[in-house]
């Protein structure tokens, strides 16, 4: 079982910069891959990046890449999302998910953070 509690979100304004914290619980937290998702007002949830237990890469929406990056820091237990040059369509609560095997945690990852609200005005 897996306890995933996310933070770090906020109101910023469209250029700016926020980080996305994800702690995790659990001592096997090295051996699972980290996610973030998002979903906005109105629209389903979407994938947003990932990161692999196995081998540490990385993988993202076309829409974030080059501006979003996650990192995971293992004896913290925790999984970060920097966000640069946020945009208004980056406006969604976002999601922390985990998931023990590599290919599923950006299709349907087994564990949930709550959702931390992140809103970019222009």
């Known amino acids: 079982q897996v306890q995933l509690v996310e933070s770090g979100g906020g109101l910023v304004q469209a250029g700016g910069s926020l980080r996305l914290s994800c702690a995790a619980s659990?001592?096997?937290?090295?051996?699972?891959?980290m996610g973030w998702f998002r979903q906005a007002p109105g629209k389903e949830r979407e994938f947003v990046a990932a990161?692999?237990?196995?081998?540490?890469?990385?993988y993202y929406a076309d829409s974030v890449k080059g501006r979003f990056t996650i990192s995971r820091d293992n004896a913290k237990n925790t999984v970060y999302l920097q966000m640069n040059s946020l945009k208004p369509e980056d406006t969604a609560v976002y999601y922390c998910?985990?998931?023990?095997?590599?290919?599923?945690?950006?299709?349907?990852?087994?564990?949930w953070g709550q959702g931390t609200q992140v809103t970019v005005s222009s």
């Open positions: 998910a985990a998931d023990s095997r590599d290919r599923d945690v950006a299709i349907s990852p087994d564990y």
């Open positions: 659990g001592r096997t937290f090295s051996r699972y891959a």
């Open positions: 990161i692999a237990w196995s081998d540490g890469r990385t």
